[in-house]
């Protein structure tokens, strides 16, 4: 199974468990052949965001899936074309779908805190929809007779319902202590299972209500999705917790050991209809088939799409590695030490798929798929010209290296995707391999076509190298030489020919590796076994009697070339696929690059890993906050976490705080210090402990698309959110419940929100170039929309009085207005280069700061509009979020260089000179050669060069990492001497 390019949300198998079913936040429905794990068809689209739910018809000739677009639809599961139009009604997330038993009818739930039921064959609602739950509804199943429905809610109860009149049977189900996220009816009709964020797997008597026995519980966090095993002796459940467990439904007694493999949340599970198997569906993007008996994973999973390091090579000296990534940067490492040089090359807006060095070493080029080829210098890290553009999909081109310039015109030949090109040992010819099948030469000077394409391959090429002096090619005739060298039962993921010419190897998705003959095309030995999953790179080493290859198994093996037996132990320690694998010039290293984000380098001998793998994809420090009391600082990133740091020594104070699911955007800390408050692109506002860094209650689920901003209120009962979906939305701080309607007015997406410091307020910024005021009671706008801005405003606030509120914009400028009469107050305040992303006030009102994608932060005089001091520079990249100490003694920033700056803002603003100067001495500068001068001339110290930038601005206190570049600086004068005063230096002692 290869499957989609998002979260597997839910899966289902069909009635006769040839096929199943999977919905994803790819949008897109899928088949896959049970058996085989062969995706069936093309994938079913027309959902206009995330697939929460898919079922199959009892008949198994078609698919009901709901959505996030709040539709539900009907699909035919052999065609994959829609039956009808969407069936809408819902007015929130449709969560969960299931057909009837008889198909004449499906029925939905919905984050509306509604059941609806609708006529399958014409998408007409029956009857009114069936209310009750007080609380988003997450799950619904039809009991087997068809006469009845259960739902689970986030009101933490199980209601049964009559299906042919809509009324509710009973009192709800009441014992979880938090949502009931699943929900299913036994096949016998006797018993309801449900599932719960309390952690735990309940069994009720579906006649009378009551709970039977004790709790299910094991899992250790939040249970997704729960199922009955055909002959309703056994329930499966999977959680966040990443196991899927089996239990006795009888005893509630857990079957084995929990099922290990998935690596983020299972989402969703059920059994084939003969109860052999189960399958499973998981936030980390693949599904699982598992034997229900043995609890052993059935095969491969359907994996992808983590940011990979996609492709590395050792420069010609052998001293350093370049890697691309699908993070869209290429690195440069230090092959011995395991550091990167300098800072990640970026440019490409889309995958990097290839590097490689010059032969001198001195560039790196690397070709991406934002259909670009770019040269960099790897002295100096910067890009040499501009991006090399002009592939339109299926060409060749050749550049020149120092001009950039196209050398004339594309290679043009192939009628599908160029995925592999390399240069004959000559530079005289390059040749070309690609999705549609054949292999191409060319001539490297004309860029003509050199004889007719080498046809023969089945599929796609993914790889071709010519030899130095699986098909083989004489490249001067493009006649293949001997047959096919065919003996892989799985697709060809690499080749490479042994340095000496004599041999070929290859790595395929049969878990094999095989040494050819290169003369004879005749198989050396048996194939090398040992890798447990797809082999998807291999070399040799420099003298040929090695061979290095890398595995989806997360290993990395070596083998001897001659005996084909694998030498030492499997070298571990990627946690995922390894992508890409290269010997050292010296054939004393291999280089390693993974889906797990790392580069590692080995000892080819030892197979010892040389040191700590090279992570660098931390991602952005996208929001920072001060506590009420200044001590600590709290961040959220890009990389998914909220951290808390000492603001007095940069140290990170316990662990990461880990729940959201993709880019965190704001943090701000609860007006009693003891909360953090966090939104983030997985649509959600999370509440957390900052004692325990434990989150408080479930997520704060209601918004659409991204929540951009949050903030408490003076009170801290609280919390407001503002979101990609256009709305700000006010919480229950305590409860998690969203107080009042959605405060609608913005015409696009609101990108940042305040309290007023009186809480009777809510301010906000949008990409509608507006600033809007609301009463925070009531929800209504005030007054009329603040404009001025000629661009998307990005950040907004309150003055600490209530009186005024700042924005920055898109449209490089700071602006500050009266709250009461939305007029602006003087002129904008202009000096960023670039856009302003984020904006606060001292406490005492007396100063905006302003933070930029000119990578600056600025003070200004917020009576004036007079910036005041010099911009604090030190941030590499843009400036993501500024705020300002309780003190106003100091401003802290966070930025996409990863970094979280401190900076004293009142001493020093009005200096004449900013550097750190010993006692004595009232200004100096910084000459070309790193020297330090006093004002008239003599040379007081010389700095390292990695030091200068840091100690050139003494207002910069502290860097978070303490390591970052162009980091804070502070010197101890006290026993410095210098000058004349050098003979102190000397001890007789």
């Given at each position: 199974?290869?499957?989609?390019?998002?979260?597997?949300?839910?899966?289902?198998?069909?009635?006769?468990?040839?096929?199943?079913?999977?919905?994803?936040?790819?949008?897109?429905?899928?088949?896959?052949?049970?058996?085989?794990?062969?995706?069936?068809?093309?994938?079913?689209?027309?959902?206009?965001?995330?697939?929460?739910?898919?079922?199959?018809?009892?008949?198994?000739?078609?698919?009901?899936?709901?959505?996030?677009?709040?539709?539900?639809?009907?699909?035919?599961?052999?065609?994959?074309?829609?039956?009808?139009?969407?069936?809408?009604?819902?007015?929130?997330?449709?969560?969960?779908?299931?057909?009837?038993?008889?198909?004449?009818?499906?029925?939905?739930?919905?984050?509306?805190?509604?059941?609806?039921?609708?006529?399958?064959?014409?998408?007409?609602?029956?009857?009114?929809?069936?209310?009750?739950?007080?609380?988003?509804?997450?799950?619904?199943?039809?009991?087997?007779?068809?006469?009845?429905?259960?739902?689970?809610?986030?009101?933490?109860?199980?209601?049964?319902?009559?299906?042919?009149?809509?009324?509710?049977?009973?009192?709800?189900?009441?014992?979880?202590?938090?949502?009931?996220?699943?929900?299913?009816?036994?096949?016998?009709?006797?018993?309801?299972?449900?599932?719960?964020?309390?952690?735990?797997?309940?069994?009720?008597?579906?006649?009378?209500?009551?709970?039977?026995?004790?709790?299910?519980?094991?899992?250790?966090?939040?249970?997704?999705?729960?199922?009955?095993?055909?002959?309703?002796?056994?329930?499966?459940?999977?959680?966040?917790?990443?196991?899927?467990?089996?239990?006795?439904?009888?005893?509630?007694?857990?079957?084995?050991?929990?099922?290990?493999?998935?690596?983020?949340?299972?989402?969703?599970?059920?059994?084939?209809?003969?109860?052999?198997?189960?399958?499973?569906?998981?936030?980390?993007?693949?599904?699982?088939?598992?034997?229900?008996?043995?609890?052993?994973?059935?095969?491969?999973?359907?994996?992808?799409?983590?940011?990979?390091?996609?492709?590395?090579?050792?420069?010609?000296?052998?001293?350093?590695?370049?890697?691309?990534?699908?993070?869209?940067?290429?690195?440069?490492?230090?092959?011995?030490?395991?550091?990167?040089?300098?800072?990640?090359?970026?440019?490409?807006?889309?995958?990097?798929?290839?590097?490689?060095?010059?032969?001198?070493?001195?560039?790196?080029?690397?070709?991406?798929?934002?259909?670009?080829?770019?040269?960099?210098?790897?002295?100096?890290?910067?890009?040499?010209?501009?991006?090399?553009?002009?592939?339109?999909?299926?060409?060749?081109?050749?550049?020149?290296?120092?001009?950039?310039?196209?050398?004339?015109?594309?290679?043009?030949?192939?009628?599908?995707?160029?995925?592999?090109?390399?240069?004959?040992?000559?530079?005289?010819?390059?040749?070309?391999?690609?999705?549609?099948?054949?292999?191409?030469?060319?001539?490297?000077?004309?860029?003509?076509?050199?004889?007719?394409?080498?046809?023969?391959?089945?599929?796609?090429?993914?790889?071709?190298?010519?030899?130095?002096?699986?098909?083989?090619?004489?490249?001067?005739?493009?006649?293949?030489?001997?047959?096919?060298?065919?003996?892989?039962?799985?697709?060809?993921?690499?080749?490479?020919?042994?340095?000496?010419?004599?041999?070929?190897?290859?790595?395929?998705?049969?878990?094999?590796?095989?040494?050819?003959?290169?003369?004879?095309?005749?198989?050396?030995?048996?194939?090398?076994?040992?890798?447990?999953?797809?082999?998807?790179?291999?070399?040799?080493?420099?003298?040929?009697?090695?061979?290095?290859?890398?595995?989806?198994?997360?290993?990395?093996?070596?083998?001897?070339?001659?005996?084909?037996?694998?030498?030492?132990?499997?070298?571990?320690?990627?946690?995922?696929?390894?992508?890409?694998?290269?010997?050292?010039?010296?054939?004393?290293?291999?280089?390693?690059?993974?889906?797990?984000?790392?580069?590692?380098?080995?000892?080819?001998?030892?197979g010892v890993q040389v040191r700590k793998p090279v992570e660098g994809h931390m991602y952005s420090a996208t929001s920072v906050a001060y506590s009420p009391d200044g001590q600590y600082v709290v961040s959220g990133s890009d990389d998914r976490t909220v951290r808390i740091w000492n603001a007095q020594t940069g140290m990170q104070v316990g662990e990461p705080l880990k729940g959201h699911m993709n880019?965190?955007?704001?943090?701000?800390?609860?007006?009693?210090?003891?909360?953090?408050?966090?939104?983030?692109?997985?649509?959600?506002?999370?509440?957390?402990?900052?004692?325990?860094?434990?989150?408080?209650?479930?997520?704060?689920?209601?918004?659409?698309?991204?929540?951009?901003?949050?903030?408490?209120?003076?009170?801290?009962?609280?919390?407001?959110?503002?979101?990609?979906?256009?709305?700000?939305?006010?919480?229950?701080?305590?409860?998690?419940?969203?107080?009042?309607?959605?405060?609608?007015?913005?015409?696009?997406?609101?990108?940042?929100?305040?309290?007023?410091?009186?809480?009777?307020?809510?301010?906000?910024?949008?990409?509608?170039?507006?600033?809007?005021?609301?009463?925070?009671?009531?929800?209504?706008?005030?007054?009329?929309?603040?404009?001025?801005?000629?661009?998307?405003?990005?950040?907004?606030?309150?003055?600490?009085?209530?009186?005024?509120?700042?924005?920055?914009?898109?449209?490089?400028?700071?602006?500050?207005?009266?709250?009461?009469?939305?007029?602006?107050?003087?002129?904008?305040?202009?000096?960023?280069?670039?856009?302003?992303?984020?904006?606060?006030?001292?406490?005492?009102?007396?100063?905006?700061?302003?933070?930029?994608?000119?990578?600056?932060?600025?003070?200004?005089?917020?009576?004036?509009?007079?910036?005041?001091?010099?911009?604090?520079?030190?941030?590499?990249?843009?400036?993501?979020?500024?705020?300002?100490?309780?003190?106003?003694?100091?401003?802290?920033?966070?930025?996409?260089?990863?970094?979280?700056?401190?900076?004293?803002?009142?001493?020093?603003?009005?200096?004449?000179?900013?550097?750190?100067?010993?006692?004595?001495?009232?200004?100096?500068?910084?000459?070309?050669?790193?020297?330090?001068?006093?004002?008239?001339?003599?040379?007081?110290?010389?700095?390292?060069?990695?030091?200068?930038?840091?100690?050139?601005?003494?207002?910069q206190v502290l860097s978070i990492p303490a390591d970052a570049q162009d980091c804070a600086l502070s010197v101890d004068w006290s026993n410095f001497v210098h000058g004349t005063q050098w003979t102190q230096c000397w001890n007789s002692a």
């Amino acid at each position: 199974m290869t499957h989609t390019k998002g979260a597997v949300g839910s899966v289902a198998y069909s009635p006769n468990g040839q096929y199943v079913v999977s919905g994803s936040w790819d949008k897109t429905v899928q088949i896959w052949n049970a058996q085989t794990g062969v995706q069936v068809g093309e994938p079913f689209k027309g959902h206009a965001d995330r697939v929460t739910s898919v079922a199959y018809s009892p008949d198994g000739q078609y698919v009901v899936s709901g959505s996030t677009d709040r539709t539900v639809r009907i699909w035919n599961a052999q065609t994959g074309v829609p039956v009808g139009k969407p069936l809408k009604g819902h007015t929130d997330i449709v969560t969960t779908v299931a057909y009837s038993p008889d198909g004449q009818y499906a029925v939905s739930g919905s984050s509306d805190k509604t059941v609806r039921i609708w006529n399958a064959q014409t998408g007409v609602q029956v009857g009114e929809p069936l209310n009750g739950h007080t609380s988003e509804v997450t799950s619904v199943a039809y009991s087997p007779d068809g006469q009845y429905m259960v739902s689970g809610s986030g009101d933490k109860t199980v209601r049964i319902w009559n299906a042919q009149t809509g009324v509710q049977i009973g009192e709800p189900l009441k014992g979880h202590t938090a949502w009931v996220m699943s929900v299913a009816y036994s096949p016998d009709g006797q018993y309801i299972v449900s599932g719960s964020g309390d952690k735990t797997v309940r069994i009720w008597d579906a006649q009378t209500g009551v709970q039977v026995g004790q709790p299910l519980k094991g899992h250790t966090q939040m249970v997704q999705s729960v199922a009955y095993s055909p002959d309703s002796q056994y329930v499966v459940s999977g959680s966040n917790d990443k196991t899927v467990r089996i239990w006795n439904g009888q005893t509630g007694v857990q079957v084995g050991e929990p099922l290990k493999g998935h690596t983020y949340w299972v989402k969703s599970v059920a059994y084939s209809p003969d109860g052999q198997y189960v399958v499973s569906g998981s936030h980390d993007m693949t599904v699982r088939i598992w034997n229900g008996q043995t609890g052993v994973q059935v095969r491969k999973p359907v994996e992808g799409h983590m940011y990979s390091a996609t492709s590395v090579a050792y420069s010609p000296d052998g001293q350093y590695v370049v890697s691309g990534s699908d993070d869209r940067t290429v690195r440069i490492w230090n092959a011995q030490t395991g550091m990167q040089v300098g800072e990640p090359l970026k440019g490409h807006m889309n995958y990097v798929n290839s590097v490689a060095y010059s032969p001198d070493g001195q560039y790196a080029v690397s070709g991406s798929w934002d259909e670009t080829v770019r040269i960099w210098n790897v002295q100096t890290g910067m890009q040499v010209g501009e991006a090399l553009r002009g592939h339109m999909f299926s060409t060749v081109r050749i550049w020149n290296a120092q001009t950039g310039v196209q050398v004339e015109d594309p290679l043009k030949g192939h009628f599908d995707s160029v995925r592999a090109v390399a240069y004959s040992p000559d530079g005289q010819y390059v040749v070309s391999g690609s999705e549609d099948k054949t292999v191409r030469i060319w001539n490297a000077q004309t860029g003509f076509q050199v004889m007719e394409p080498l046809e023969g391959h089945t599929n796609g090429v993914n790889s071709v190298a010519y030899s130095p002096d699986v098909r083989i090619w004489n490249a001067q005739t493009g006649v293949q030489i001997g047959e096919p060298l065919k003996g892989h039962t799985a697709w060809v993921m690499s080749v490479a020919y042994s340095p000496d010419g004599q041999y070929i190897v290859s790595g395929s998705g049969d878990k094999t590796v095989r040494i050819w003959d290169a003369q004879t095309g005749v198989q050396v030995g048996q194939p090398l076994k040992g890798h447990t999953q797809m082999v998807q790179s291999v070399a040799y080493s420099p003298d040929s009697q090695y061979v290095v290859s890398g595995s989806n198994d997360k290993t990395v093996r070596i083998w001897n070339g001659q005996t084909g037996v694998q030498v030492g132990e499997p070298l571990k320690g990627h946690t995922y696929w390894v992508k890409s694998v290269a010997y050292s010039p010296d054939g004393q290293y291999v280089v390693s690059g993974s889906h797990d984000m790392t580069v590692r380098i080995w000892n080819g001998q030892t197979g010892v890993q040389v040191r700590k793998p090279v992570e660098g994809h931390m991602y952005s420090a996208t929001s920072v906050a001060y506590s009420p009391d200044g001590q600590y600082v709290v961040s959220g990133s890009d990389d998914r976490t909220v951290r808390i740091w000492n603001a007095q020594t940069g140290m990170q104070v316990g662990e990461p705080l880990k729940g959201h699911m993709n880019y965190v955007n704001s943090v701000a800390y609860s007006p009693d210090g003891q909360y953090a408050v966090s939104g983030s692109w997985d649509e959600t506002v999370r509440i957390w402990n900052v004692q325990t860094g434990m989150q408080v209650g479930e997520a704060l689920r209601g918004h659409m698309f991204s929540v951009n901003s949050v903030a408490y209120s003076p009170d801290g009962q609280f919390v407001v959110s503002s979101s990609f979906d256009k709305t700000v939305r006010i919480w229950n701080a305590q409860t998690g419940v969203q107080v009042g309607e959605s405060l609608k007015g913005h015409m696009n997406y609101v990108t940042s929100v305040a309290y007023s410091p009186d809480g009777q307020f809510v301010v906000s910024s949008s990409f509608d170039k507006t600033v809007r005021i609301w009463n925070a009671q009531t929800g209504v706008q005030v007054g009329e929309p603040l404009k001025g801005h000629t661009d998307i405003v990005r950040s907004v606030t309150y003055s600490p009085d209530g009186q005024y509120v700042v924005s920055g914009s898109d449209d490089e400028t700071v602006r500050i207005w009266n709250a009461q009469t939305g007029v602006q107050v003087g002129e904008p305040l202009k000096g960023h280069r670039n856009s302003v992303t984020a904006v606060a006030y001292s406490c005492d009102g007396q100063y905006v700061v302003s933070g930029s994608y000119d990578k600056t932060v600025r003070t200004w005089n917020a009576q004036t509009g007079v910036q005041v001091g010099e911009p604090l520079k030190g941030h590499t990249q843009m400036v993501t979020s500024v705020a300002c100490s309780p003190d106003g003694q100091y401003v802290v920033s966070g930025s996409e260089d990863h970094s979280v700056r401190i900076w004293r803002i009142q001493s020093g603003l009005h200096d004449a000179c900013s550097l750190q100067l010993p006692p004595g001495i009232s200004s100096g500068y910084i000459d070309n050669h790193g020297w330090l001068h006093s004002r008239n001339g003599p040379l007081i110290l010389w700095l390292p060069p990695h030091m200068r930038h840091g100690f050139k601005d003494k207002r910069q206190v502290l860097s978070i990492p303490a390591d970052a570049q162009d980091c804070a600086l502070s010197v101890d004068w006290s026993n410095f001497v210098h000058g004349t005063q050098w003979t102190q230096c000397w001890n007789s002692a």
